[in-house]
C-alpha cells in the first residue's frame, strides 16, 4: 500500500514545514517534514529538498508497515505510517499496538495503544498526545 493524500496531510498537519535545521523535543536535528535522516546543525534546505526528504520518509514508513502484511484498511494504514513517521519502526515492531492490530485490527482498545507513545524527552507532549489521538481516529474511520 501506498499513503493516501489524507496520510500525507495528517503527517505534514503536525511535522509543519522547516527549511531550517531545528531540534525537536527529544534533542534530534530536524529538517523540512520531521526529517532526521543525515540533518545537522545549520543546515538550509528548499521546499523542494524538503519534499524529496518527505517521500523518502514516506517509503520508509510504508515498508515498515507493509513489511508486517497486515489485512487492513487505508486509512489504518495512513495512520499507522504516520505513528512509524514519528515513532520509528523499529519502535513500531516492538509495540503492544501492533501486536494488538495482529490479533485483531478491529479491536477498539487499539486506541489506548496509540496513545501511549506520548513522550518526546521522556516528557508528555501536548503535540504528541494530539497526534495519537488523530491517528487513532484516522485508524477507525
Request: glycine share 8%; aromatic share 10%; charged share 25%.
Amino acid at each position: 500500500m501506498k499513503t493516501s493524500q489524507r496520510g500525507i496531510n495528517l503527517i505534514k498537519s503536525f511535522e509543519s514545514l522547516k527549511l531550517k535545521a531545528y531540534k525537536c523535543p527529544a534533542g534530534v536535528w530536524t529538517i523540512g517534514y520531521g526529517s532526521t535522516s543525515n540533518v545537522r546543525e545549520g543546515m538550509v534546505i528548499s521546499e523542494q529538498q524538503a519534499e524529496t526528504m518527505l517521500k523518502n520518509d514516506l517509503m520508509t514508513a510504508e515498508n515498515a508497515v507493509n513489511n508486517q502484511r497486515l489485512d487492513i484498511t487505508q486509512n489504518q494504514f495512513d495512520a499507522l505510517v504516520s505513528f512509524v513517521f514519528n515513532c520509528g519502526s523499529g519502535n513500531f515492531a516492538k509495540s503492544t499496538l501492533l501486536k494488538k492490530i495482529k490479533v485483531n485490527p478491529h479491536d477498539p482498545s487499539i486506541t489506548k495503544w496509540f496513545a501511549v507513545w506520548n513522550k518526546g524527552g521522556g516528557k508528555v507532549l501536548p503535540g504528541l498526545v494530539r497526534r495519537r489521538k488523530e491517528e487513532a481516529e484516522l485508524y477507525f474511520t
